[in-house]
């Protein structure tokens, strides 16, 4: 689903700064765009004086994760007035721009392009199906759907089937059957229908995830850096949260951009564990980063 706005209880002024009410849209943009470009470059100087370009894409991955740690959970991260375009936030993350933003900037590392544009033509590639931006349809909402065009673009392998996964069968409809929650599918019945028929193409194909209770029987198969989509038992969607999972003293936990109100962090508890206290997620879908080329 569009995990940005599922079940979200902020407003989309949450966690905004004043100068965005004081200064208006467009400069409140170009002050947020100096300190999104600021942030991004001591990420990147972080990466070269610890000589992350040397390890593996998926270690890299759980490096820059860690950099954004206590960082403020903001809901509608990217949903901002006017047409689709490219919207930049590191100040403020929901659980998919965390994984989003730590896989960009660690596949910059990796290719040696670590500048500001470079990271934004990353991220439009991820992001965007095809890597190209055509209105508010050709943004990947739905996690099945992201995962597949981005192993399409070789940014990673779904590996969930690999690892014993079970087929994952049901209709995914919940945004065009919830148009209140989607300001662009309310406004038009042009992008309803459009939204609509991604949800027909997606809900077609062969999909897997691994139910919870057999998490803990391959944690050894899973790695660090492996992007997680955890499966739901809610109707019309694929999966409720994403995030990246971590080893710490040989054991898998789960970080993540948790909900409104707290902020960027690693379980406490172990990842299965973590699985087991959430009676709504049933699986997961696991994502693989791959060394860019």
Partial sequence: MNRRLFLQSAVLTAGIPTVFAKAGFLEGSMLWQDEDELLCKKKFEIAISKDWRTKPINEVVVEVGQTFLGTEYVANALEVPGEERLVVNMRGLDCVSFYENALVIARCIKKNTMTFEDYKKELVFIRYRGGVIDGYPSRLHYTSDYIEDNDRKGVW??????????????????????????????????????????????????????????????????????????TTDVEGIDTSHTGILVRQDGKLHFMHAPLAGKKVQISDREFHDYLAANKRQTGIMVARPLEPV
Avoid: W
Wanted: no cysteine; proline share 5%.
């Fill in 157 to 230: 392998k779904n590996v969930t089937k690999d690892l014993g996964g079970s087929p994952f069968v049901k209709t995914l409809n919940f945004m065009s059957t919830h148009p209140d929650q989607y300001r662009q599918i309310r406004e038009s019945e042009k992008v309803k229908a459009m939204i609509s028929a991604m949800e027909q193409e997606i809900s077609k194909r062969p999909m897997y995830y691994v139910p919870k209770d057999r998490v803990a029987a391959i944690s050894e198969k899973l790695r660090e850096g492996d992007i997680i989509g955890t």
